[in-house]
């Protein structure tokens, strides 16, 4: 059974830095699949910004956080992270990790087709301005 533990998150002014990680078991995160990172704001739909595959050598990004948010991976812890710079208002949002052991495509910051994804439990993301 794939679990998902995240942590980071919190609260930080307009400019600051935050780092989510994603801790997974039952699951490798360096084999064939895909880890994503996805957020939903109150009132939004949910939104794919990062994506990490090819056993960690490729990432993807929304136009929304390219340049900004990072994407890596600890093949050893098998975790992955979310580094987040230079964060707006408009990044608050609850953050969700996903596994994904196959997919069709990769396309702006997602993992599409294959198997449903385990989520992780979600961390809040506040950025004040």
């Known amino acids: 059974q794939v679990q998902l533990v995240q942590s980071g998150g919190g609260s930080v002014p307009a400019g600051g830095s935050l780092r989510l990680s994603c801790a997974a078991s039952?699951?490798?995160?360096?084999?064939?699949?895909?880890m994503a990172w996805f957020r939903q704001a109150p009132g939004k739909e949910r939104e794919g910004v990062a994506v990490i595959y090819w056993g960690g050598s490729k990432t993807s990004y929304a136009d929304s956080v390219a340049g900004r948010f990072t994407a890596s991976q600890d093949n050893a812890k098998n975790t992955v992270y979310l580094q987040m710079n230079s964060l707006t208002p408009e990044d608050t949002a609850m953050y969700y990790c996903?596994?994904?052991?196959?997919?069709?495509?990769?396309?702006?910051?997602?993992?599409?087709?294959?198997?449903?994804?385990?989520w992780g439990q979600g961390t809040q993301v506040t950025v004040s301005s």
């Open positions: 039952g699951y490798n995160i360096s084999g064939r699949g895909c």
């Open positions: 996903a596994s994904r052991p196959a997919y069709k495509t990769v396309v702006a910051g997602t993992c599409r087709g294959g198997p449903t994804p385990a």
